[in-house]
């Protein structure tokens, strides 16, 4: 079987071989958990605090913290699922969200809403998936307890001002939370999130393992578990940790600390040039969200293309050995939109025919111009069987 091309990076990116060598060390020879007084355990309590450190750091907070979780999905209901006494003691009952939030985000801050009595209202985005400042301001009153803001768009890539949104925030003494899945590891997280309450990422997107996520509650707020039965993680996550994953998760923070600048330029290369033979090969291609530069994640490509399923084009890249995204995505459950989908005004239509392309730097540049062949290949081939395409560039018509 030929290799294939992964550009599905938006969903999950592949580990990085120091990750891997890390964790493949701590599976063979850290097993022990680190509660016991005896030496194997206090190598793991160094271990686990070195990678809490290097969490921390990432993201320019206080090493305590930051609570270790399974995902970043966990770490959101971890946080909105706990926060109801603090918000209560505040005399708080409404909740404000961005419309094209992902649906852990929108669906735990609707049930927050509902348990505080109030309402979950949402900030609507323009054509290009950005919330405006103005919009957000003018859903803020007293009653808002909670404020939740990507720092950018988990599908089409859009970077939000997460950090003005921050200060509007704090402006009615509301709580902000920034969910940081899609930015960590493509962002400087430090300076994007800044001013944060509460935080969360996971590290699966930019090189790390699964199965772990990172949730930051700032210090003197606190939550209420939603699990009982232990004190680890400052008894908001009872349980044994999943000590190599989190170790793994350590060190691709740390790489990044460093490394991120130059991954970034590089990736943004790519990025260029696959949008530039795309544009070029295929008429009737349209970017979703932010045009390419600081206003879009630099590892993200979102279309739409006339006349083509997405997940039909999968398939037919996928016979060619490149793995790009499409279909659904994250949708809540009985919808066939997803909430950014939504919230951009798009119909199923324009849904189906939209594919995602996400880059990660384990590629090469002779990968992704060979991807990039392959996919204007197969869309060529797509709209060739379509009578609607056919009947719209006959002669007389044009494209």
Not at 100 to 105: G, I, K, L, T
Not at 120 to 126: A, D, H, T
Not at 181 to 200: F, I, N, S, V, Y
């Amino acid at each position: 079987m030929n290799p294939v091309i992964f550009l599905d990076a938006l969903a999950t990116a592949p580990m990085l071989p120091q990750v891997a060598e890390i964790m493949r060390h701590a599976l063979e020879n850290q097993f022990e958990v680190p509660t016991g007084a005896y030496s194997g355990a206090r190598r793991a309590r160094e271990a686990l605090a070195l990678a809490r450190h290097h969490c921390a750091e990432f993201l320019g907070v206080k090493r305590e913290e930051v609570i270790f979780t399974n995902s970043g999905a966990e770490a959101c209901n971890i946080a909105l699922g706990g926060v109801d006494s603090w918000l209560r003691a505040r005399g708080k009952t409404s909740v404000v969200v961005g419309a094209a939030e992902h649906p852990v985000v929108l669906l735990c801050a609707r049930r927050l809403a509902e348990r505080l009595g109030g309402e979950c209202r949402l900030v609507p985005v323009n054509a290009k998936g950005r919330v405006s400042l103005s919009d957000l301001g003018g859903l803020l009153d007293d009653s808002v307890g909670l404020v939740a803001m990507q720092a950018a768009n988990h599908e089409i890539g859009t970077v939000q001002d997460a950090v003005s949104a921050a200060v509007l925030a704090h402006d009615v003494d509301a709580l902000f939370l920034c969910d940081a899945t899609a930015a960590a590891g493509w962002l400087p997280l430090k300076e994007c999130c800044a001013g944060a309450d509460m935080t969360l990422y996971s590290s699966h997107r930019f090189g790390g393992p699964k199965g772990v996520g990172v949730l930051q509650v700032r210090s003197g707020i606190k939550l209420q578990p939603l699990l009982l039965g232990g004190s680890q993680e400052n008894g908001l996550r009872p349980g044994a940790l999943n000590l190599p994953a989190i170790l793994g998760m350590g060190e691709v923070c740390r790489l990044h600390l460093g490394g991120l600048e130059e991954k970034v330029s590089g990736v943004r290369q790519w990025q260029l040039a696959l949008h530039s033979f795309l544009c070029s090969a295929v008429p009737s291609l349209t970017l979703n969200g932010a045009e390419i530069g600081q206003a879009r994640l630099p590892h993200n490509l979102h279309y739409w293309s006339e006349a083509v399923e997405g997940e039909a084009l999968a398939l037919m890249c996928d016979a060619q050995g490149v793995a790009i995204g499409a279909g659904p995505g994250c949708v809540i459950s009985g919808e066939k939109l997803t909430p950014t989908m939504k919230a951009l005004g798009w119909d199923r239509a324009r849904a189906r025919r939209s594919f995602w392309l996400g880059l990660h730097p384990r590629l090469s540049t002779q990968e992704v111009l060979g991807a990039a062949t392959v996919i204007a290949q197969g869309i060529a081939k797509a709209r060739s069987l379509s009578p609607t395409w056919q009947e719209r560039v006959s002669p007389g018509n044009g494209v």
